[in-house]
């Protein structure tokens, strides 16, 4: 099992619990997905099925809706002022209308997803991608799907077999697609062409053994932070080692520790993460009932945030 490194690029006390879902009735029960809205309100699925409508301070919270299942991912679609949310009880996705508050099935997705796992909004192509976990007899398959915003049906995208295809990530220009193969305890990079197709195989980015990589986290700079379940901690990789650029060799030493938790209680099993309004990284631990923000250097590859 990984240990958190002598030297992280943020030091644990800089670490702040955000929102307490223990603090209110109902509590927030095992967050596992989240995302930020523009407005600075911040979004968390539970294992009850419940949809959670956090303040951009961290100080009120109301449950807006539930799918009575157990939702994963959730992402944000600014233009029709909706929340996305998967469903792994349902195999679905459901959308929440913000204007109306209504929760809706996506029934494109109906009947072809397993486990949806997580969701990207690529508004520039108009559509989004979604990870389909599940594995037959634990056997890697196609599990990157594409659906288009409007409603109409999906496909797969990236016809490469995966194992445990998890988090994801899109880069600034949309040109490539980073996933989480959380028991194969890597990250792959795909490059895409102009409609959102692979324009090649995966390229391994990074590996992390002894540690199960969850979610993925693009920042500004093109650093691709990755949230692992198990150990609770936070790596960082460089942007030029995270493109998928067609014959670049896989690195073959782990990642930099952006921040860990050996004691798993302000970091506890951190499935995914959002970037905050100020650029800081906001963290749903599975493993309890809270929010973390975590300050992130502005500048991952210089000096460390120490306490």
Do not use: K
Request: glycine share 10%; charged share 20%.
């Amino acid at each position: 099992m990984i240990a958190p490194a002598p030297s992280p690029l943020v030091a644990l006390e800089r670490a702040r619990s955000f929102h307490d879902g223990q603090a209110a009735t109902p509590r927030m029960s095992h967050p596992e997905g989240i995302a930020v809205a523009s407005d600075g309100t911040v979004w968390c699925g539970s294992e009850t099925g419940e949809l959670h409508r956090i303040s951009p301070d961290g100080g009120e919270r109301r449950v807006v809706a539930s799918t009575g299942g157990f939702l994963l991912g959730v992402a944000v679609d600014e233009a029709r002022g909706r929340v996305l949310v998967c469903d792994a009880h349902a195999a679905l996705l459901f959308a929440y209308d913000r204007a109306s508050e209504r929760l809706e099935p996506l029934e494109a997705t109906r009947g072809l997803l397993v486990q949806p796992n997580f969701i990207v909004v690529d508004e520039a192509r108009g559509c989004l991608f979604v990870s389909d976990s599940a594995t037959r007899e634990g056997a890697p398959r196609p599990s990157i799907w594409r659906f288009p915003l409007d409603g109409g049906p999906g496909r797969i995208c990236v016809p490469e077999p995966l194992h445990f295809a998890n988090g994801l990530a899109l880069s600034r220009d949309g040109a490539t697609l980073w996933v989480a193969e959380t028991f194969r305890e890597r990250v792959v990079a795909i490059a895409l062409d102009a409609a959102g197709d692979a324009a090649g195989p995966a390229r391994i980015v990074t590996q992390t053994p002894g540690a199960l990589p969850d979610g993925l986290v693009a920042t500004p700079d093109g650093t691709l932070l990755v949230c692992c379940y198990e150990p609770s901690v936070v790596f960082a990789v460089e942007a030029e080692a995270a493109s998928a650029e067609p014959g670049a060799a896989p690195r073959d030493a782990p990642p930099r520790v952006l921040v860990g938790d050996p004691s798993a209680h302000l970091l506890c099993r951190p499935t995914n993460g959002a970037l905050d309004r100020a650029g800081d990284l906001l963290l749903a631990n599975f493993g309890g009932w809270h929010v973390t923000r975590v300050p992130l250097p502005r500048e991952p590859r210089g000096e460390a945030l120490d306490a």
